[in-house]
């Protein structure tokens, strides 16, 4: 009896033990309290073990965890969460501004150095969410190249505009990091053309013999009355995954000791990892480290071999200085060694730019990319880390490789750039891809290119296919935005020239009949070859207001206004905040990974931000 009873009462409690710890695997949304906007990058743990996740673009995230268990929900300018896993698998969260801890990290950043330092009683949540990662942005490390804006330019006295598309994504991401982080992005961060292109638009694809279409929109200048906004946008021919041709890649890994830092080395660990799961048997990869020196650590590997791969960059270790110009040489080797003729041969670089040992200027690096990618090899360019980040050479040395850059700040980012975005990041379908508009002055007085500033051409460097431009990969989409002034409209952006004494301008025998407000030509070549071929397309106003353009047309917009902003442009007149975000919620359309809602977050914080700079500024 005793024993029957003893076995009742085990038996009880191994059930209720089990029922306690029962295995659950729990998902939700992490959102800001009261605008309900998703929270993309939030960090979820359970509580006392190493189990984490971070939410995606949506703010969605999923964890395995066990009944019982406690999640923490924090996150860089919001107040920490903790819930505890009851019978309900769904948790959603709602995280409030912490409108002082942000405050007093801009406060701390605008003073000199000798009182820039965090102060010592910055809330204890904050501290453990960015250990050693908040920094004073005006006294860091990090370098950008100095972009001057176009400026406006006569229709009648310079009729032509000529430049490169560029697909390079990077300068959204690192803004994202700097707002996040509570830092007001100094102004030769934002360039805006990679802001307006990290969004994916919907542009109709090619038809025909042209790997790329082009689609255009005339309406109103939403922050300058009275001046209007040309939208062209560019669509490259998407091709199926299993119609890629082989891939012969090359990972080109910066172990030096400036990459021991979490989101740095394990991040691009990490990041490998996922392009490693999208690999099919015929695609191949090698591994090239630098620090001291340079060496391989996987020769060329087949991409269904994917623990071999990622065993090779578990073991990857940082220390050591960086001899950038080294690895590059070796990881071009490399890659003409196991090279596939009709192929995707490219060297995918992973730094922070900080090259300091042998070949490391600029320069010097530029050399190297332009000899070496007459090999046919492409060289695409992936950044990380703060604080020491050298974005001007990882920028030259992916425009000069004939590849793209992008910034990685977080795991979802990696997830955008290798898996969301995986044809347009590594196959090009078009390189050398060259834009060259003439306005017509009947219907156009003026015209300023909005970006593109280290994309501009000469005109003369349309026509010659030595003249190196940017590439476009399979789907990839280019958005370009011209503000003009309209024939008859006064502007004091457009400064007078007294007219010629010994020369007429003449029309051509069309122009006065012409409607034409102007015409874009397109100059691209095929990937393996050095001939470009041409294309033209007329452009007439269809008197669209701006209300009924597309949302491609009105989202564009307002990340480009959102740049001006950022950049304190002198061209920015009456663009307000309010105005993008306004603009940015009636342009939503199809979003599926969330991008476009973060973006209207990012607009809030950068607000919030800039309000606070200006007071700090005031009180100094």
């Given at each position: 009896m005793k024993t029957k009873l003893f076995c009742l009462i085990f038996s009880a409690l191994t059930l209720y033990a089990c029922a306690q710890s029962t295995p659950v695997t729990v998902t939700g949304t992490v959102s800001e309290e009261g605008t309900k906007v998703p929270l993309a990058g939030v960090r979820v743990t359970v509580k006392n073990t190493k189990k984490g996740t971070v939410t995606d673009a949506k703010g969605h995230y999923s964890i395995y965890a066990k009944t019982d268990d406690r999640l923490t929900f924090s996150f860089v300018g919001y107040q920490g969460e903790e819930r505890r896993i009851g019978k309900d698998s769904v948790i959603h969260i709602f995280l409030k501004v912490a409108y002082e801890m942000l405050q007093e990290v801009v406060v701390a950043a605008g003073k000199p150095a000798s009182s820039a330092k965090i102060r010592a009683n910055t809330t204890q949540t904050f501290a453990a969410q960015m250990p050693a990662m908040m920094y004073d942005m005006e006294h860091s490390a990090e370098e950008y190249?100095?972009?001057n804006e176009n400026i406006f330019h006569d229709a009648k006295k310079n009729p032509l505009t000529t430049f490169s598309v560029d697909v390079d994504r990077a300068a959204y991401s690192n803004v994202r990091r700097?707002?996040?982080?509570?830092?007001?992005?100094?102004?030769d961060v934002v360039r805006i053309e990679e802001m307006v292109n990290y969004f994916e638009y919907d542009y109709p694809q090619p038809k025909g013999e042209h790997p790329v279409a082009i689609q255009t929109e005339i309406s109103d200048s939403p922050w300058n009355k009275g001046l209007k906004l040309i939208h062209i946008g560019l669509q490259a021919k998407t091709i199926p995954t299993d119609n890629l041709p082989a891939s012969n890649l090359v990972f080109l890994v910066d172990v030096s000791g400036s990459m021991n830092q979490a989101n740095k080395l394990p991040l691009v660990k990490e990041a490998f990892k996922l392009l490693v799961d999208q690999l099919r048997p015929n695609d191949r990869v090698a591994i090239v480290v630098y620090a001291g020196a340079a060496g391989t650590v996987l020769s060329s590997t087949p991409g269904n071999q994917t623990a071999t791969i990622k065993d090779a960059l578990d073991k990857l270790s940082a220390g050591g200085s960086t001899a950038g110009g080294e690895g590059i040489k070796l990881a071009y080797k490399i890659a003409q060694e196991n090279f596939i003729k009709g192929g995707n041969n490219r060297v995918i670089l992973a730094s922070d730019g900080d090259f300091n040992v042998g070949v490391s200027s600029e320069g010097e690096l530029q050399q190297i990319v332009e000899e070496k990618r007459k090999s046919g090899v492409y060289f695409s360019v992936l950044g990380f880390g703060m604080g020491n980040y050298k974005d001007n050479k990882m920028e030259t040395i992916a425009d000069k490789g004939n590849g793209n850059y992008a910034y990685i700040d977080n795991l979802q980012e990696a997830q955008k750039v290798f898996v969301h975005e995986f044809?347009?990041?590594l196959f090009t379908v078009a390189k050398d891809v060259k834009l060259q508009l003439e306005f017509n002055p009947k219907f156009v007085k003026g015209y300023r290119l909005i970006g593109y500033e280290n994309r501009m051409l000469?005109?003369?460097?349309?026509?010659?296919?030595?003249?190196?431009a940017g590439e476009m990969g399979s789907g990839h989409t280019v958005t370009a935005l011209y503000e003009i002034i309209p024939a008859g409209v006064e502007s004091a952006y457009l400064a007078k020239v007294d007219d010629l004494k010994y020369q007429k301008p003449t029309e051509t025998a069309n122009n006065s009949a012409?409607?034409?407000?102007?015409t874009i030509k397109l100059r691209y070549k095929q990937p393996d070859s050095e001939v470009s071929k041409l294309f033209e397309v007329p452009v007439r106003d269809t008197h669209t207001p701006f209300a009924r353009t597309s949302a491609n047309f009105r989202f564009a917009t307002a990340v480009a206004e959102w740049g001006l902003l950022l950049r304190k442009s002198e061209f920015k007149?009456?663009?307000?905040?309010e105005q993008v975000i306004q603009t940015a919620q009636n342009a939503l359309a199809k979003d599926p990974e969330g991008y476009r809602s973060e973006f209207i977050r990012l607009v809030k914080l950068a607000q919030s931000l800039d309000k606070k700079e200006g007071i700090a500024q005031k009180d100094e």
């Amino acid at each position: 009896m005793k024993t029957k009873l003893f076995c009742l009462i085990f038996s009880a409690l191994t059930l209720y033990a089990c029922a306690q710890s029962t295995p659950v695997t729990v998902t939700g949304t992490v959102s800001e309290e009261g605008t309900k906007v998703p929270l993309a990058g939030v960090r979820v743990t359970v509580k006392n073990t190493k189990k984490g996740t971070v939410t995606d673009a949506k703010g969605h995230y999923s964890i395995y965890a066990k009944t019982d268990d406690r999640l923490t929900f924090s996150f860089v300018g919001y107040q920490g969460e903790e819930r505890r896993i009851g019978k309900d698998s769904v948790i959603h969260i709602f995280l409030k501004v912490a409108y002082e801890m942000l405050q007093e990290v801009v406060v701390a950043a605008g003073k000199p150095a000798s009182s820039a330092k965090i102060r010592a009683n910055t809330t204890q949540t904050f501290a453990a969410q960015m250990p050693a990662m908040m920094y004073d942005m005006e006294h860091s490390a990090e370098e950008y190249k100095s972009l001057n804006e176009n400026i406006f330019h006569d229709a009648k006295k310079n009729p032509l505009t000529t430049f490169s598309v560029d697909v390079d994504r990077a300068a959204y991401s690192n803004v994202r990091r700097m707002l996040n982080l509570g830092q007001f992005p100094q102004r030769d961060v934002v360039r805006i053309e990679e802001m307006v292109n990290y969004f994916e638009y919907d542009y109709p694809q090619p038809k025909g013999e042209h790997p790329v279409a082009i689609q255009t929109e005339i309406s109103d200048s939403p922050w300058n009355k009275g001046l209007k906004l040309i939208h062209i946008g560019l669509q490259a021919k998407t091709i199926p995954t299993d119609n890629l041709p082989a891939s012969n890649l090359v990972f080109l890994v910066d172990v030096s000791g400036s990459m021991n830092q979490a989101n740095k080395l394990p991040l691009v660990k990490e990041a490998f990892k996922l392009l490693v799961d999208q690999l099919r048997p015929n695609d191949r990869v090698a591994i090239v480290v630098y620090a001291g020196a340079a060496g391989t650590v996987l020769s060329s590997t087949p991409g269904n071999q994917t623990a071999t791969i990622k065993d090779a960059l578990d073991k990857l270790s940082a220390g050591g200085s960086t001899a950038g110009g080294e690895g590059i040489k070796l990881a071009y080797k490399i890659a003409q060694e196991n090279f596939i003729k009709g192929g995707n041969n490219r060297v995918i670089l992973a730094s922070d730019g900080d090259f300091n040992v042998g070949v490391s200027s600029e320069g010097e690096l530029q050399q190297i990319v332009e000899e070496k990618r007459k090999s046919g090899v492409y060289f695409s360019v992936l950044g990380f880390g703060m604080g020491n980040y050298k974005d001007n050479k990882m920028e030259t040395i992916a425009d000069k490789g004939n590849g793209n850059y992008a910034y990685i700040d977080n795991l979802q980012e990696a997830q955008k750039v290798f898996v969301h975005e995986f044809g347009g990041t590594l196959f090009t379908v078009a390189k050398d891809v060259k834009l060259q508009l003439e306005f017509n002055p009947k219907f156009v007085k003026g015209y300023r290119l909005i970006g593109y500033e280290n994309r501009m051409l000469k005109n003369e460097d349309f026509h010659d296919d030595k003249k190196d431009a940017g590439e476009m990969g399979s789907g990839h989409t280019v958005t370009a935005l011209y503000e003009i002034i309209p024939a008859g409209v006064e502007s004091a952006y457009l400064a007078k020239v007294d007219d010629l004494k010994y020369q007429k301008p003449t029309e051509t025998a069309n122009n006065s009949a012409s409607d034409e407000v102007l015409t874009i030509k397109l100059r691209y070549k095929q990937p393996d070859s050095e001939v470009s071929k041409l294309f033209e397309v007329p452009v007439r106003d269809t008197h669209t207001p701006f209300a009924r353009t597309s949302a491609n047309f009105r989202f564009a917009t307002a990340v480009a206004e959102w740049g001006l902003l950022l950049r304190k442009s002198e061209f920015k007149g009456a663009a307000t905040y309010e105005q993008v975000i306004q603009t940015a919620q009636n342009a939503l359309a199809k979003d599926p990974e969330g991008y476009r809602s973060e973006f209207i977050r990012l607009v809030k914080l950068a607000q919030s931000l800039d309000k606070k700079e200006g007071i700090a500024q005031k009180d100094e």
